[in-house]
T-cell receptor, first 112, second 112 residues
Framework: DTEVTQTPKHLVMGMTNKKSLKCEQH?????MYWYKQKAKKPPELMFV???????INESVPSRFSPECPNSSLLNLHLHALQPEDSALYLC???????????FGQGTRLTVV | QKEVEQNSGPLSVPEGAIASLNCTYS??????FFWYRQYSGKSPELIMS????GDKEDGRFTAQLNKASQYVSLLIRDSQPSDSATYLC????????????FGAGTRLAVHP
């Protein structure tokens, strides 16, 4: 089973809203990732958690706040987003920091 | 110089032909390389991983790695219209954090 589950699939939020994206995996993977993908562009790395500790923050604005409550869950808290933050947000996980990563189906975020 | 470079295409091949997709990378210390397929509006799907120089075959797919030339390729034999998608080359960078970085992707169109 190589399933990474993301919720919600679609999200529309206003610029003053607070929302959270959720990601879950039960493969025992110890590395989890958030990527952002704009149309016709490749996925762009945002955050990496390794053994539940934040190991990479790619200079992402503070309006994006990641959280890893346990080894199976990864959240991305959103606050005061801008319309240009509208994108597909992808969660992925891998067994370790060398192995292949498996992606969830993504959350399509629209900021209005 | 971009860390991972791919020809954006589109690469157009007739059904039944061999599609050849290429990727170069800049980090000489990289050890892990992956090919993902992404259909429009969907998330990336892992199709091949390769870690050692040479060829690796899986069904109709063959990945080739040449670390000396910093070059990775993907061959798709007997191409089918269902193979039409964007193919993303991904590389784990060296340097301790093993960031997984994507090329811009090559759009493949297989026509009947």
């Amino acid at each position: 089973d190589t399933e990474v589950t993301q919720t919600p699939k679609h999200l529309v939020m206003g610029m003053t809203n607070k929302k959270s994206l959720k990601c879950e995996q039960h493969m025992g993977h110890r590395a989890m990732y958030w990527y952002k993908q704009k149309a016709k562009k490749p996925p762009e790395l945002m955050f990496v958690y390794s053994y539940e500790k934040l190991s990479i923050n790619e200079s992402v604005p503070s309006r994006f706040s990641p959280e890893c409550p346990n080894s199976s869950l990864l959240n991305l808290h959103l606050h005061a987003l801008q319309p240009e933050d509208s994108a597909l947000y992808l969660c992925a996980s891998s067994q370790d920091r060398e192995a292949e990563a498996f992606f969830g189906q993504g959350t399509r975020l629209t900021v209005v | 110089q971009k860390e991972v470079e791919q020809n954006s295409g589109p690469l157009s091949v007739p059904e039944g032909a061999i599609a050849s997709l290429n990727c170069t990378y800049s980090d000489r210390g990289s050890q892990s390389f992956f090919w993902y397929r992404q259909y429009s509006g969907k998330s990336p799907e892992l199709i091949m991983s390769i870690y050692s120089n040479g060829d690796k075959e899986d069904g109709r797919f063959t990945a080739q790695l040449n670390k000396a030339s910093q070059y990775v390729s993907l061959l798709i034999r007997d191409s089918q219209p269902s193979d039409s998608a964007t193919y993303l080359c991904a590389v784990r960078l060296s340097g301790g954090y093993n960031k997984l970085i994507f090329g811009a992707g090559t759009r493949l169109a297989v026509h009947p």
